[in-house]
């Protein structure tokens, strides 16, 4: 069954696994894991906090940072690709599974 175009977030830290908080400690701290899927093309990209001490290697990435932003980082590249406004807020509650039809509460 393909679920094509569907998105679906989740929070980062020791639910998400430590190989995704250790890959992006270097740029700050994780909270949300994004995956995008299209067909059987998948996409990841991690939500990070950043570290405010690295400010100058975000410059040098082509991203400036704002108070209270998050970065939105390519997860297999561990690039920035972009910042979310601190009014972008939380995403809402997935629905288990990638189902469409039903607004479940999460796992």
Do not use: I
């Amino acid at each position: 069954m393909s679920h094509a175009g569907l998105a679906h977030a989740r929070p980062g830290g020791a639910a998400v696994g430590t190989a995704a908080s250790r890959a992006c400690a270097v740029m700050g701290t994780l909270e949300w894991v994004v995956e995008s899927r299209l067909g059987d093309h998948q996409e990841t990209w991690y939500v990070v906090a950043p570290d405010p001490a690295l400010s100058q290697r975000y410059r040098e990435a082509g991203v400036s940072l704002v108070p209270g932003c998050r970065v939105v980082v390519d997860a297999v590249s561990l690039r920035p690709v972009g910042v979310l406004d601190r009014s972008a807020g939380e995403p809402p509650p997935a629905a288990c599974g990638y189902n469409p039809y039903f607004d479940l509460k999460p796992c």
